[in-house]
T-cell receptor, first 115, second 117 residues
Framework: ETGVTQTPRHLVMGMTNKKSLKCEQH?????MYWYKQSAKKPLELMFV???????ENNSVPSRFSPECPNSSHLFLHLHTLQPEDSALYLC??????????????FGSGTQLSVL | DQQVKQNSPSLSVQEGRISILNCDYT??????FLWYKKYPAEGPTFLIS?????DKNEDGRFTVFLNKSAKHLSLHIVPSQPGDSAVYFC????????????????FGKGTKLSVKP
């Protein structure tokens, strides 16, 4: 148990659907992240939030829309996705965004399949 | 262009022997390196880290070695146990604001370790 909880664990959606991924951290951390893990690719950073403010958006298509209502919760809203968006989406948190010696604590991920 | 490379997608080792997982990086600005371990259906969990001011860090059965001149690090597991079977990710970050990505962890593709009883 890492203290970071993601729901749902699995999601199958059509290209016209709208769905949301949820992440909650119970560690009192100030920074939260969305990562994408596609088959045979490194983990790719998508978004970074620090103290509820989005500090980074790594050229992610607008069909992915993050939301961070408070420092404990992070959402990823999905709409009109493509089959190539099928991947494992991982949420992570860290104590602080401002140093490099930060360990990330990951959730178990949401395995997304877009049909 | 990959900045962190794990060139071996898989490694198989006998229980009790040493496992050596390798990682190469291209960005000389990286100054902090981490290893994460991932079991199926779980997220990655932190295993061990090393700062660029050191060349070795040890934690129980796990030791990470850093060779800055070769831009290479390795994770040694001794002795290997069946429970160590997992995917191991190497990650690196830079203190300076390199390409606007200060502090972001850059991951390799991972190496799948299988430890056979």
């Amino acid at each position: 148990e890492t203290g970071v909880t993601q729901t749902p664990r699995h999601l199958v959606m059509g290209m016209t659907n709208k769905k949301s991924l949820k992440c909650e951290q119970h560690l009192g951390h100030n920074a939260m992240y969305w990562y994408k893990q596609s088959a045979k690719k490194p983990l790719e950073l998508m978004f970074v939030y620090s103290l509820e403010e989005r500090v980074e958006n790594n050229s992610v298509p607008s069909r992915f829309s993050p939301e961070c209502p408070n420092s404990s919760h992070l959402f990823l809203h999905l709409h009109t996705l493509q089959p190539e968006d099928s991947a494992l989406y991982l949420c992570a948190s860290s104590q602080d965004r401002r140093t490099t010696n930060e360990k990330l604590f990951f959730g178990s991920g949401t395995q997304l399949s877009v049909l | 262009d990959q900045q962190v490379k794990q060139n071996s997608p898989s490694l198989s080792v006998q229980e009790g022997r040493i496992s050596i997982l390798n990682c190469d990086y291209t960005n000389s600005m990286f100054d902090y390196f981490l290893w994460y371990k991932k079991y199926p259906a779980e997220g990655p969990t932190f295993l061990i880290s090393i700062s660029s001011i050191k060349d070795k860090n040890e934690d129980g059965r796990f030791t990470v070695f850093l060779n800055k001149s070769a831009k290479h690090l390795s994770l040694h597991i001794v002795p290997s146990q069946p429970g160590d079977s997992a995917v191991y990710f190497c990650a690196a970050s830079a203190r300076a604001n390199y390409g606007g990505s200060q502090g972001n962890l850059i991951f390799g593709k991972g190496t799948k370790l299988s430890v056979k009883p």
